[in-house]
């Protein structure tokens, strides 16, 4: 039986938007094998040996980029991105955590005022493990004073692993921070620290003309166990940042993860972005891929169809002949107006050579003129010249 020559597989039961498990299994245990065989080679053909099996247990892999390669999803869609809310940064929980060191280094920005979030984090509620992870928390105001210089934001990045920010700021920090952040990997995640009022279980929108003094602005946060709560989820998730483009990139994992590992964080982030940031859902969708930071894309999902709604497709009826008959009626005016241009040369260019032959005939007759005026002045005698016209006009100028 020949083997199929098919990109990938679709679900045999069910609907066909939708992920098949086996086909994505395959796929990662393929990319792992690559990055793994990769990553061996590199190794051999460096000048400083270093096995895998050298190193520490208590170091930390993440500072061994050699042996941790971030492993991508790419998503595609058929239509661009262009809801603004849709633009904004997120994020999708992930079942296994990129963040799972021990050691893990966090940075918190918040709106201002940063004490009232540093007291949340020094609270006797707030989780101590949670808190030892988060080395240092800063107001905007003050991110913007002290972080004016290229070199001092470079600092900042290379000195946490992972950069949290609150969600009332999230958009701001794009012009604070810059482009060294965000052409990283350490892209700020949005969390929701701030206290949310409800009346009869909907949410109080506030009154952004209203002013607020100090002490209604510390209120403004939330209790400690919620914001610990938010900031547990914000670490086992995936960021998301969505371009005005039709390709997404969301990092799923590493190249320390498992198939299986691999395997649920796609399923978790696929649902996360047909749920809520693809517009259209999976109608929307065009094609899946998963790859490494120096690999090639392996696709997972392919879609048969290059159309989102089925009214965008035309059939075979009074509406396509009438599209054709257009068409038709464009290429013939264009091709007559060709001819039109094509005939209008022509005639220029045959009036243009006639002159020429005109105005040659007529240098020709003066200048033989003119040698039988000079002859007949040498011989003395009457110009003989076969120029009938100029006789008549001289026997009427005499008469």
Known sequence: MPSSTALTSKVSTGSPYQLDTPQVVKASSALLRHIKSNQEAKEKSA????????????????????NNEAIWLILTTKKHVVDKNRLKPGKITIPHSLNSSPSLSVCLITADPQRSVKDIVADASFP?????????????????????????????????????????????????????????????????IQKIEKVDGKRVKQDPKKKTSKEEKHAEFAAPLIVAKEIERALHSAPVQLAPSTSTAIRIGSSKFTAEQLSDNVAAVVKGMTDKFVAKGWRNIKNIHIKGANTTALPIWL????????????????????????????????????????????????????????????????????????QALEDGEPVKADTSKAGKKKRKSTS
Do not use: M
């Open 47 to 66: 000048t400083k040996k270093t096995l895998i099996g050298d190193n520490d247990e208590d170091s930390d892999d993440e500072e061994t980029p050699l």
């Open 303 to 374: 879609s048969d169809e290059l159309w989102v709604d089925n009214a965008d497709v035309l059939e075979d009826g009074a509406e396509t002949a009438a599209i054709e008959d257009g068409a038709k009626a464009n290429k013939k005016r264009k091709s007559t107006g060709d001819e039109k241009a094509i005939e209008g040369k022509k005639t220029k260019k045959t009036k243009s050579a006639d002159d020429e032959d005109e105005s040659a005939e007529v240098a020709a007759r003066k200048e033989k003129l003119q040698k039988l005026k000079a």
């Open 128 to 192: 101590q493990e949670l808190c030892s992870r988060i080395e240092k928390v800063i107001g905007f105001g003050k991110l913007k004073q002290r972080y004016q210089s290229f070199e001092s934001r470079r600092q900042l990045l290379a000195e946490h692993d992972v950069f949290l920010a609150d969600e009332r700021i999230i958009t701001r920090l794009v012009p604070t921070l810059g482009k060294i952040f965000y052409k990283s990997s350490k892209r700020p995640i949005p969390i929701r």
